[in-house]
């Protein structure tokens, strides 16, 4: 090949890496010659529950429509969202996962010229999306590895269109209250779009982290984004929504695929929102999970980053890749977060008691080697 085509990329795009996932299990196996049944996967904060029972039925009345293109406008989910969230259904907007949303306000609000503005140790979509359109990333450096709201209203200048904050956020887990998400929205530039990814949000329970919903009434610039890849288990047929003004939902579907959200997913989606047990025993099985891990890193004598989504963050006191290799070899796959600036930290899903015990036998294993 005599033509470099990456030099004939975008600037922003020659200087990305590739989004990394999670190892599948079935990689692993063949890399390793083991038996898939017997490993166990924590790397991808998936909820170990399986789906809802009543997603996979409606999933299997979808299928004599398959030869059929999907609700290019989603009108059943849409509905059930802007009921059960307090907004009309053109403030609403569905995403091929809600990595679609974000990659969908990059597309609508950042070119050359432009910067967004994000957190150090923040997810890793956000520099992606950024640079793919060729605007600038300002990335703000965290405060106990959690978001500093105040450095990163001081970094927004007259080229900020965007800033994207989690909260639950990720891979840290950290968070903030609602009164600093009140007076970081009450202080952000009308002009500058803020993205609240709320995609671990279900996770929360009680006051400790704000609803973004709440606030969307006073603030024309804000945008929240879900998902129901985590607490509701549907990751595999990726699909999220963003909620925002229906002026900035119409400006996103100018430029959203069409059918971007396959009718599985579109009626597994609705499903699962509507069924409340599945989610209390999500929230069930995590709460138990987060418990019997920082109960076995306290044995280890590991700490960790205090977290509210479905993971947590384990200080190993060293490189965390040969951890993460020696660990794959005992059939345990998690995830090193060194390209997330966090070389000591393994990102740990919350799994089954049986996959939490398996992982902390392992670690400890592994460490004492």
């Known amino acids: 090949m005599t033509c470099d085509f990456l030099a004939l990329a975008?600037?922003?795009?020659?200087?990305?890496?590739?989004?990394?996932?999670?190892?599948?299990?079935?990689?692993?196996?063949?890399?390793?010659?083991?038996?898939p049944a017997g490993i166990v996967k924590l790397a991808s904060n998936e909820n170990p529950l399986g789906p809802s029972p009543?997603?996979?039925?409606?999933?299997?009345?979808?299928?004599?429509?398959?030869?059929?293109?999907?609700d290019g406008n989603g009108f059943a989910l849409k509905s059930l969202l802007a009921e059960r969230c307090g907004?009309?259904?053109?403030?609403?907007?569905?995403?091929?996962?809600?990595?679609?949303?974000?990659?969908l306000v990059a597309r609508a609000y950042l070119a050359p010229g432009l910067n967004a503005v994000f957190s150090e140790h923040a997810f890793a979509v956000y520099p992606i999306a950024t640079q793919a359109v060729g605007a600038a990333a300002k990335v703000v450096p965290a405060k106990e590895y959690g978001h500093d709201l105040e450095a990163m209203l001081a970094a927004i200048d007259a080229q900020t269109r965007v800033v994207f904050i989690a909260n639950p956020n990720n891979p840290t887990g950290t968070w903030f209250g609602p009164q600093t998400l009140a007076n970081f929205l009450a202080r952000v530039p009308e002009q500058v779009l803020v993205v609240l990814d709320e995609a671990y949000i279900e996770y929360a329970e009680g006051e400790e982290l704000?609803?973004?919903?709440?606030?969307?009434?006073?603030?024309?610039?804000?945008l929240v984004s879900r998902t129901f890849s985590k607490a509701y288990g549907l990751a595999a047929l990726r699909v999220g929504y963003g909620i925002s003004s229906a002026q900035i939902a119409d400006v996103l579907n100018r430029v959203r695929?069409?059918?971007?959200?396959?009718?599985?997913?579109?009626?597994?989606?609705c499903a699962a929102f509507d069924d409340a047990d599945?989610?209390?025993e999500s929230r069930r099985v995590n709460a138990a999970g987060m418990a019997q891990l920082e109960a076995g890193f306290r044995q280890l004598g590991l700490s960790w980053i205090a977290s509210k989504a479905?993971?947590?963050?384990?200080?190993?006191?060293q490189p965390g890749l040969p951890i993460y290799q020696a660990l794959l070899g005992e059939g345990v796959i998690?995830?090193?977060?060194?390209?997330?600036?966090?070389?000591?930290?393994?990102?740990?899903?919350i799994g089954l008691p049986e996959e939490n015990a398996r992982f902390l036998a392992a670690l400890g294993k592994v460490l004492a080697a």
């Open 87 to 103: 907004v009309q259904v053109s403030q609403v907007t569905l995403g091929n996962g809600s990595n679609d949303i974000l990659e």
């Open 334 to 349: 998690v995830r090193p977060v060194t390209n997330y600036g966090m070389p000591n930290y393994l990102r740990v899903s």
């Open 257 to 269: 695929q069409p059918f971007n959200v396959n009718s599985l997913a579109l009626a597994a989606a």
């Open 278 to 280: 599945y989610l209390a």
């Open 310 to 317: 479905n993971f947590i963050a384990v200080d190993l006191g």
């Open 210 to 222: 704000p609803d973004g919903l709440d606030y969307l009434a006073a603030h024309a610039n804000l």
């Open 54 to 70: 009543k997603a996979l039925q409606a999933i299997a009345a979808e299928f004599s429509e398959l030869t059929r293109y999907p």
């Open 10 to 35: 975008q600037p922003g795009v020659q200087k990305l890496s590739p989004y990394v996932p999670g190892k599948p299990v079935d990689e692993l196996a063949r890399e390793l010659g083991l038996d």
